[in-house]
């Protein structure tokens, strides 16, 4: 029997688990936010400190019967209800939402974190519920939502504390503390009949976890840590180092009647590792800075307003600087500052390989107060290190949900802070934003006083307001201020979650901000010191697109008038210049016919001495160009004077360039557009070398795109004709038959994406077929496939998906299994190779036929589906390794979560312009696996995505995105 390998990890919204086995494996109850399991049961604390006597009993912080009903407030998830309630920091809350009239969804956004979210709690359709422990004095937010963005109907709402003595709540652990206990009958029992007991254990600093079996029993037990980032820790010997303060998800497994022995205790400072995975290594540069084995730190020179930091000798990737190597020389910041840096190929690296800046604190006396230094960057994921003059340090990766950093450091001791500003991993480039901020008040250091001269604007988000290209409406606001300005803005509403957006004149980097207090309200905020003077774009818009309603504008530290700039043609606004065209070589695309219903305009011209030219010497005419929005566009230029080179740039900034269009047939140009986006075009005709002139003719030709227009009357009818239609064949299973062992949210795998492209008006009910649990059978799919291919046209697009158990077979006879295994999808009543899913394939004749299979092998596929043109495959793990559950994002697999989500339009960037094509989606997927499945380790090995385009070019569009 073939399992597939079981995590379930409760997820952080915003936008694992290493177990041993083949393919079969333990449900684990982790999370990486602040939410807690259930009880184990069981266990009996010893050793550990005399509980406090218990409080007295205090009445729910919620209770609410409320109903959700179609005049609520909405965004672009659905109407939900929204709650704010005070809690303290360490408060433990237990909130549960129960509704008979619709499936209810919960998100809670505890102070100073992100949120998360819980639907179907333990199976039931109707209960939804969260353990929180928060981490931080202030409100937290609750929202009652419906799956499927339709449900409405009564619910009933409760927010209650959990004191200590409560038996439904995990045992909890800190340092200092133990417990000994056994696996019970009792106990909690996995999918594969084992029984597990659990625990949570906070910490304040780093600390060591030793968690082994007593030598009597009924044999040891195994056990899972999961730290507060998510990832699975691995375990020396029984003992887990826990890096950083937070707080640990420990599981212990076994059979009934195995016993065991868990302690917590500090970590010893030197031979706990900074990470997990230990992975930056600062002791060799934090010796160096303070003198210690190496050249002396130097802190001459004045202060810094923006610049890259210049360092002493850059190194290799992974190489270890000589211990002899100059320092690298910091650079002094003051409280208040606000730098701008930048990571970059000539910085020196840690041994560890990534690049950092040094900067450096000086603080002339003890302080009952802390200073917030924060690494803000929209290039690079930030890692943040300071270390305090009496040896102490501090580090965070992740602040608040976002790939910013940002620590708290106590200023307890006079002396020198060291800053480092590095990345999360190794290798990347790009500028930041360093902030040392005072937390004395909520008014930042250097920010104007509250009473400082100002000015407040009323305005308000309605439907018809120019749009940011996410979806979100904006109004804009223009200020003129002058060099060394102090500036706070607010954006102020109780209709929406407001959101700021200020970009400067120069083209530097554009701030933003969504909530100014995490955890304490939804009003947007930033503090500014202006560094040039000029003409700044204030943007007020929403967290979410289709917010709307009235908000106030706060400006304080000028009293400049805003000015508000006249209504454009809709596009969203553009900071800096785009850079000058150069040829360079790309891809070259395959010659493609007119499109069908097409008319076609000719432009003919002379490259000459004297016209304009690109900056690397060749002559250039410019024809800008308004297309019909979402019409086909052919581009064609012809001359037998010169080797022609073609360069558009789109109205959304997006280049795009070709030499021959027909390599080794002539030195003709052109560039096909599938899909063109609204607004004017820039079409530039060019030589492939400098100095070439000559007579050249363009041909431009519009006709139907193979993206049509949505269905009409809805998402349910027919689409109208010029266009390819989409159809899907999803299926996905969670209750498999007998002792087969069951899935967490495959069949919803398969809801949810046939439920995202039908949102996008792309694909009518009767061009989807929705298999799950017992419907997921061989006869149904192959009898779907079958209807699929006698209907499909050859301009339609097709996707397949299944989400499920994936096995293999050990007698292949098939050339092409260089390991003499076959794979197969377990659907509900069997096995379905790959051999026989390829043949269903070969009836399918589509424009572009996406395979996506979210199960154990599943690259293993790819040989035997990717065999034509226009086949693109995407698959959840190599095909020797097995795919392990998303519990982390409540999904079946992580190739389930971040494909639907990148077909809800987080793919739609590049450029962002409405259409979905093969390369956006390809490449966000695997982004989003490197950035959040990189350390999925499986028994096998750790699991990667697999993606075979065949002979599917990037640029070949899927359909159109319509948020």
Not at 78 to 107: H, K, Q, T, W
Not at 126 to 146: F, N, P, T, Y
Not at 607 to 633: K, Y
Not at 647 to 664: A, C, M
Request: hydrophobic content about 35%; some cysteine.
């Amino acid at each position: 029997m073939v399992a597939r390998l079981i995590g379930y990890l409760r997820p952080m919204a915003r936008w694992g688990r290493t177990l041993s086995g083949a393919c079969v494996a333990a449900l684990l109850l982790v999370s990486c936010g602040d939410d807690d399991e259930e009880a184990s049961g069981g266990e009996t604390p010893a050793e550990a400190p005399e509980a406090p006597a218990e409080e007295a009993p205090r009445g729910p912080l919620l209770e609410e019967s409320g109903t959700l009903a179609a005049d609520d407030a909405s965004d672009a998830r659905g109407r939900y209800d929204r709650f704010f309630v005070d809690v303290e920091a360490n408060d433990r809350v237990i909130v549960e939402l129960r509704s008979d009239a619709f499936d209810p969804i919960l998100e809670v956004t505890p102070p100073s974190a992100g949120a998360l979210v819980n639907d179907d709690y333990q199976g039931d359709l109707h209960r939804s519920q969260l353990e929180v422990i928060s981490a931080a004095a202030g409100q937290m937010k609750i929202e009652v939502r419906a799956y499927g963005d339709q449900g409405n109907g009564a619910y009933r709402l409760v927010a209650r504390r959990v004191t200590g003595s409560e038996g439904d709540s995990t045992p909890h652990l800190t340092v200092g503390q133990s417990v000994e206990g056994a696996i019970e009958e009792t106990d909690h029992a996995l999918s594969n009949g084992q029984r597990f007991d659990s625990y949570v254990i906070r910490t304040d600093a780093a600390a060591r976890i030793a968690a082994r079996g007593a030598t009597d029993g009924a044999g040891p037990p195994t056990t899972t840590l999961v730290g507060p980032d998510g990832l699975t820790l691995q375990a020396n010997r029984g003992v887990y180092e826990a890096p950083t303060a937070g707080t640990y998800r420990l599981q212990v497994m076994g059979a009934v009647g195995a016993r065991y022995r868990v302690e917590v205790r500090a970590a010893e400072a030197d031979q706990a590792p900074l990470l997990a995975r230990a992975h930056h290594q600062f002791n060799e540069l934090v010796d160096r800075l303070m003198g210690r084995g190496g050249a002396p730190s130097t802190a001459q020179g004045s202060g810094r307003s923006g610049g890259t930091a210049q360092t002493g000798g850059a190194t290799g990737a992974g190489s270890n600087p000589s211990p002899d190597a100059p320092a690298p020389r910091p650079l002094p910041v003051r409280i208040g500052d606000r730098l701008n840096g930048s990571l970059g190929a000539n910085d020196a690296r840690l041994p560890s390989g990534e690049f950092y800046d040094v900067y450096e604190l000086t603080v002339a006396a003890a302080d009952e107060g802390a200073v917030a230094i924060e690494m803000e960057s929209s290039a690079v994921d930030c890692f943040l290190r300071v270390d305090g003059p009496g040896g102490e340090h501090w580090e965070n990766d992740d602040h608040a949900g976002t790939l910013n950093s940002r620590v708290e450091v106590p200023l307890t001791q006079p002396g020198t802070y060291r800053i480092v500003t590095t990345s999360y991993r190794q290798g990347e480039t790009g500028s930041y934003e360093l902030k040392v901020l005072t937390q004395r008040d909520t008014v930042a250091t250097g920010a104007p006083a509250a009473d400082a001269p100002g000015r407040e604007v009323s305005g308000e988000l309605v439907d018809g307001d120019r749009r940011l290209r996410s979806g979100e409406w904006m109004d804009e606001y223009d200020f003129e201020w002058p060099a060394g300005t102090r500036v706070r803005l607010e954006a102020r509403s109780d209709a929406f979650d407001t959101y700021l957006i200020v970009r400067p004149p120069n083209g530097a980097p554009q701030r933003d901000n969504d909530d100014m207090t995490p955890g304490q309200g939804t009003n947007a905020g930033m503090d500014l010191q202006v560094a040039e003077a000029g003409r700044y774009r204030v943007i007020v818009t929403s967290y979410q697109p289709g917010e709307t309603g009235r908000y106030t504008l706060a400006v304080r530290g000028s009293d400049v008038e805003p000015t508000i700039p006249p209504a454009s043609d809709g596009a969203p606004p553009s900071g800096g210049t785009a850079p000058t065209p150069t040829p360079s070589p790309t891809p070259t695309p395959t010659p493609t016919p007119a499109p069908p219903n097409a008319t076609s305009r000719t432009e003919t011209g002379n490259l000459a001495q004297g016209d304009r030219t690109l900056q690397s010497g060749e002559f250039v005419d410019t024809f800008p160009m308004t297309f019909t929005a979402n019409r086909a566009v052919q581009l064609r230029l012809e001359s037998s004077d010169f080797d022609t080179y073609l360069i558009v740039r789109s109205p959304s900034g997006d280049q795009t360039d070709n030499d021959d269009l027909t390599p080794g047939a002539s030195l003709n140009s052109g560039l096909d557009i599938p899909v063109a986006e609204p607004g004017t075009y820039q079409v530039m005709v060019t030589s492939y070398r400098p100095g070439e002139t000559g007579r050249y003719t363009l041909t431009v030709t519009e006709g139907d795109s193979v993206v049509g227009p949505p269905p009409s009357g809805g998402g349910g009818g027919t689409p109208a004709s010029g266009g390819g239609r989409v159809w899907g064949l999803f299926a996905g299973i969670t209750d498999y038959p007998g002792s087969t062992n069951d899935l967490p949210e495959c069949a919803n795998d398969a809801r949810k994406l046939a439920e995202a492209i039908r949102n996008q008006g792309n694909m009518p009910s009767d061009q989807e077929f929705l298999l799950t649990d017992a419907q997921a059978t061989t006869a149904n799919i192959r009898t779907a496939m079958q209807t699929i291919g006698s209907r499909i046209r050859p301009d339609d697009v097709f996707v397949f998906f299944y989400s499920g158990h994936g096995g293999q077979t050990d007698s292949s006879q098939d050339r092409r299994e260089l390991d003499s295994r076959d794979e197969y999808l377990f659907v509900y009543d069997g096995q379905l190779m790959d051999d026989e899913l390829g043949q269903l394939f070969d009836g399918i004749q589509a424009r572009v036929a996406l395979v996506a299979i979210d199960a154990c092998f599943a690259g293993g596929f790819a040989k035997d589906v990717i065999t034509r043109p226009g086949r693109v495959g995407m698959f959840s793990s190599e095909e020797d390794v097995t795919s392990a559950v998303a519990g982390r994002f409540q999904a079946g697999g992580y190739l389930s979560h971040f494909l639907r989500v990148g077909i809800q339009g987080e793919a739609d960037n590049d450029p962002q312009n409405s259409i979905l094509t093969v390369g956006e989606l390809t490449h966000y997927t695997w982004r989003q696996f490197g950035q959040h499945a990189s350390d999925v380790r499986m028994s096998m090995g750790y699991q990667h995505l697999v993606v075979d385009r065949g002979a599917v070019h990037t640029t070949e569009v899927l359909w159109a995105v319509r948020r």
